[in-house]
């Protein structure tokens, strides 16, 4: 054991995903390391350590043979490379970004280190109405797994439906960095400014300039 959690991701780090940057750059008593198959937007959110297979030097043997293994459909890099890394590091925890994580991750894990899956969207609501197969791997993986984190009680029913028990969800909100937005108070003479954070999408409700609504746009 090593006192350090493991964050297993498809990519590091989409500007759609950035509150996992929040999980890796405000831990306390956990050494965290972060690990995936792509990377991207480096240059914003810097993080080491990093285990980034695409990020492997080209004359690596592992990176021909774990990427030939898996181009032929033999063997996942979860089964290769994510293996290894686990290995490596021997973490407490495992923490699995996205549902399809866990179950990929779930088949390495060992009875001394703790599965943690987070779900956050489609991952519990489109991708199983779609994969009826995926419906079936979750049954498994929340049977093997020891918690699983949600950001608010919707999606936690949205798990129970699915066979989750609720001794095992936890709502974990995801977090923003507030000191980085200089609050106003409302002035009766002046037009009042409303700060929406999200995607722009139709879920999220975002106004649309049809409406009459003036808007920035502006991430963090």
């Known amino acids: 054991m090593s006192n350090s959690v493991g964050h ?13 940057y929040q999980y890796l750059s405000h831990h306390n008593r956990y ?3 972060v690990c995936g198959t792509f990377s991207e937007n480096l240059d914003l959110f810097e993080f080491e350590p990093r285990e980034i297979f695409m ?11 774990y990427g030939i293994l898996a181009k032929l459909d033999i063997y996942e890099l979860y089964d290769t490379y994510y293996r290894r890394i686990i290995e490596r590091h021997d973490p407490d925890i495992i923490h699995a970004h996205f549902g ?29 109405k779609e994969n009826d197969e995926m419906r079936a791997n979750y049954r ?6 020891d918690l699983f984190l949600v950001e608010g009680p919707s999606m936690q029913e949205k798990l129970l439906d699915l066979g989750c028990p609720k001794s095992k969800t936890l709502i974990q909100r995801i ?13 009766p003479d002046s037009p009042l400014r409303v700060l929406m954070v999200g995607r722009f999408v139709e ?18």
């Open 140 to 145: 498994d993986l929340f049977e093997q797994g």
């Open 100 to 128: 399809p994580n866990g179950v990929r991750l779930s088949q390495h894990r060992k009875p001394e280190r703790k599965l943690v899956t987070s779900f956050y969207g489609y991952d519990a609501s489109r991708l199983v």
């Open 8 to 20: 297993f991701v498809t990519s590091y780090l989409p500007l759609t995903e950035t509150f996992i």
């Open 175 to 187: 977090a923003i960095d507030t000191s980085r937005i200089t609050p106003e108070y409302p002035d």
């Open 55 to 65: 990020d492997l030097p080209r004359w690596s043997p592992r990176f021909w043979t």
């Open 203 to 220: 879920k999220k409700g975002p106004p649309g300039r049809h409406q009459g609504v003036r808007h920035r746009v502006c991430w963090y």
């Open 31 to 33: 050494d965290p390391f």
